[in-house]
């Protein structure tokens, strides 16, 4: 069933989690408001830059409408007179880009729709509110059994992925989420392939996988249907939050920060290692797991989203794990992104910035071992451990797992070459990212020492001895050509001149020229 039509030809595939940063170049006044110059680059490349014109009407219109993240953001206050003069101007655009450095750092705002569209129009202009209901009305067509009750706004973090509260028409009382999503940069599957997969979802069996209750896809994008569950994920029992809430509102700013049981840490844990191991023991690459993407049913967890790295998606803690090279598999970035998700399940918030270099106190110190061994700067560095060596680990080893539900996922041989040859694809793209990164930062590093105080110093040092080096080197040559003229008058002969490129030894010129002239007679 083809619920949409084929993407256009040439479509670019923008990678979201890519960062934006923003600096102000200029101001420029107007009649009566000023306009700031502002210079957008998307990633390390100059030459993926553009600017934009902002006023600070449209920074409050932004800030107003981040409010809902509960955050007090630093945007400078309105001022009603006096708000053309050149000083208020100048310290005006000094707050703006403050303001700027605070939503583009912060990892949950950067990656917002409000923040893109500010920042990138050009990009992030359309509605995929709007697109998302058409692929959805498409479906129905053909499936009229299913009917949409309500949109469920801004649930998820990501921009080209919607989400609809579901009805079976014949069970009005059960409720069903429906998610749609648009294709992503790192999509190698055949549309052939791709399909297949997307609608072999739903016979997946699994105790720790939550169950695909229908799927279905074209060349353009993914439609799948599961129970809706009104306890919601792992992050909503973390930050005390409602499901239906948009996600600025549940996560950006909670007013209660609490981790878990040291008990459940180490059940919740263990379940989700388990069905990290059956996945990659089967071939299966994943790549997205965060508190967001583990559904809680009872004291179990169950994983969300495996369709994600078949429609090419990007990681949700991809800018972190891109700037450590031996984070370079789809397998260590399941392990990485398990120590972000173990941490947020002992403190209650994520770490303020990865690699972490210390922890603070938690309930075992069989946490911080797992910790250390997947966010600290040595594993960040080194290298992650495997699934298998984290089970092995003391805080999991000794958690006895009661579900005896035996696993199923049968993938045909030939799907599973394709699923191979794209986890290779999607690892190769990483890897090529990892090392522009790397060799940007290490440029950087070297233009800061270059331009450091110390550097300058220490370069006005060596030009001083290098200067009196050759002050002295001059003086010596002068005393030797003084010589020989000496010697050379003295033996009543004329003295050739010397090259100053190859210069005659100032001990033994003389005499050896000397010796060499014949006697006159006196």
């Not at 600096?23 to 600017?51: C, D, F, K, M, P």
């Not at 599973?416 to 522009?436: F, G, H, S, T, V």
Request: with cysteine; charged share 25%.
């Amino acid at each position: 069933m083809a619920f949409m039509e084929k993407p256009a030809a040439g479509k670019v595939l923008l990678d979201d989690t890519v960062p934006l940063t923003a600096a102000i170049e200029a101001s420029q006044s107007l009649q009566s408001h000023t306009e700031y110059i502002i210079r957008v680059q998307r990633g390390i490349s100059v030459e993926n830059s553009w600017q934009i014109i902002r006023r600070y009407s449209d920074f409050d219109l932004l800030n107003n409408s981040l409010q809902i993240a509960g955050l007090s953001l630093p945007l400078p206050p309105k001022k009603l007179i006096g708000n053309m003069d050149r000083e208020f101007i100048a310290e005006r655009q000094k707050g703006l880009q403050n303001y700027l450095n605070v939503i583009t750092t912060n990892h949950i705002l950067s990656n917002c729709e409000l923040v893109k569209k500010f920042l990138d129009p050009n990009n992030y202009s359309a509605n995929y509110t709007e697109i998302a209901l058409q692929h959805v009305s498409m479906f129905f067509r053909s499936e009229p059994k299913w009917e949409v009750v309500e949109p469920l706004k801004d649930i998820g973090w990501r921009i080209r992925k919607k989400y609809f509260l579901m009805k079976i028409k014949n069970q009005p009382k059960e409720r069903l989420v429906l998610s749609w999503a648009d294709l992503g940069p790192d999509k190698y599957l055949s549309d052939k392939d791709f399909q297949c997969l997307i609608k072999l979802l739903p016979s997946c069996s699994h105790p720790y996988i939550y169950r695909v209750t229908f799927a279905t896809a074209n060349e353009s994008s993914a439609l799948l249907i599961r129970m809706f569950n009104e306890k919601g994920t792992l992050k909503d029992l973390i930050y005390k939050a409602k499901p239906k809430d948009p996600f600025l509102k549940k996560y950006c700013n909670p007013k209660k920060i609490q981790g878990l049981e040291l008990q459940q840490i180490k059940t919740y844990g263990r379940q989700i290692l388990e069905v990290l191991k059956f996945l990659h023991d089967k071939g299966f690459p994943y790549g997205h797991l965060h508190a967001s993407n583990v559904m809680l049913d009872g004291d179990t967890c169950r994983l969300l989203d495996l369709e994600n790295s078949l429609l090419g998606l990007p990681s949700f803690y991809r800018s972190y794990f891109s700037q450590f090279r031996k984070i370079n598999t789809l397998e260590s970035v399941d392990v990485h992104c398990f120590g972000h998700l173990l941490y947020e399940m002992t403190y209650g918030r994520p770490p303020d910035s990865v690699p972490v270099d210390s922890f603070p106190p938690a309930p075992s110190m069989a946490v911080v071992a797992v910790l250390e061994s997947t966010l600290s700067c040595e594993a960040c560095k080194n290298g992650m451990p495997t699934v298998s060596r984290l089970l092995q680990m003391p805080l999991f080893s000794d958690v006895l797992l009661t579900n005896s539900e035996k696993p199923q996922f049968k993938i045909p041989t030939k799907l599973k070459e394709a699923l191979k040859i794209a986890k290779e694809c999607i690892e190769k793209r990483l890897i090529e990212e990892q090392k522009q990164i790397h060799q940007h930062r290490r440029l950087r590093r070297a233009q800061s020492h270059h331009g450091s105080e110390e550097e300058r110093k220490r370069r006005k040092i060596l030009a001083r001895k290098k200067s009196k080096r050759s002050a002295v080197e001059n003086s010596e040559e002068h005393s030797a050509k003084y010589s020989n003229s000496n010697n050379s008058a003295g033996s009543g002969a004329s003295s050739p001149l010397t090259s100053p490129s190859s210069p005659t030894p100032p001990s033994t010129a003389g005499n050896d020229y000397s010796r060499r002239m014949p006697l006159r007679n006196p």
